[in-house]
T-cell receptor
Framework: AQSVTQLDSQVPVFEEAPVELRCNYS??????LFWYVQYPNQGLQLLLK??????LVESINGFEAEFNKSQTSFHLRKPSVHISDTAEYFC??????????FGKGTSLLVTP | EAGVVQSPRYKIIEKKQPVAFWCNPI?????LYWYLQNLGQGPELLIR????????DSQLPKDRFSAERLKGVDSTLKIQPAELGDSAVYLC??????????FGPGTRLTVL
């Protein structure tokens, strides 16, 4: 079964600093990858997705992720974070049955 | 457009009691998922429905868990009897075929 590994359980960062949340996936012929964000006591919201095409995908709130086939990675980046970006971030891969296999999550804590 | 609706948002019960969670997917979404999210972990699939048919229930503990999706719209997930280890967040998601999943806010279950 396809799986993802999130390499950091917690990432503390100062406001306006850049951040990278790391995600590696198990190798596969074709892979569909997602990043979801979960704010406290809320459900998951799709941040961005890679299905095919351009390896660099962007979200509307400044996050981007790059699909790197040679390194089997799909790291999430933002050049300048805000306090409001504090949340739990989940990387996920779609399995053959269309359900998602999630990583364990990375807690991003942005402080002033 | 209304999102995925779940109720209740919070539930506290004594162990060995039954409990039920309800989900109303986004209108027109044929696929419905139930995920279990333990504290500090990513969601894990319990069951996936295509219309009213459960097409993937391999991860559903069938000795105490059951689910139904009558008429291919709303769904109910039941636990009977509940155990202490069932304390978690139960997430419902829906999608149109092959497209991204939209998640509800979840039901936080506490078993005492």
């Amino acid at each position: 079964a396809q799986s993802v590994t999130q390499l950091d359980s917690q990432v503390p960062v100062f406001e306006e600093a850049p951040v990278e949340l790391r995600c590696n996936y198990s190798s596969s012929v074709s892979v569909y990858l997602f990043w979801y964000v979960q704010y406290p006591n809320q459900g998951l919201q799709l941040l961005l997705k890679y299905l095919s095409g351009s390896t660099l995908v962007e979200s509307i709130n400044g996050f981007e992720a790059e699909f790197n086939k040679s390194q089997t990675s799909f790291h999430l980046r933002k050049p300048s974070v805000h306090i409001s970006d504090t949340a739990e971030y989940f990387c996920a891969v779609r399995n053959s049955g269309y359900a998602l296999n999630f990583g364990k999550g990375t807690s991003l804590l942005v402080t002033p | 457009e209304a999102g995925v609706v779940q109720s209740p948002r919070y539930k506290i019960i004594e162990k060995k009691q039954p409990v039920a969670f309800w989900c109303n997917p986004i209108s027109g979404h044929n696929t419905l998922y139930w995920y279990l999210q333990n504290l500090g972990q990513g969601p894990e699939l319990l069951i996936r429905y295509e219309n009213e048919e459960a097409v993937d229930d391999s991860q559903l503990p069938k000795d105490r868990f059951s689910a139904e999706r009558l008429k291919g719209v709303d769904s109910t997930l039941k636990i009977q009897p509940a155990e202490l280890g069932d304390s978690a967040v139960y997430l419902c998601a829906s999608s149109s075929p092959g497209n991204e999943q939209f998640f509800g806010p979840g039901t936080r279950l506490t078993v005492l």
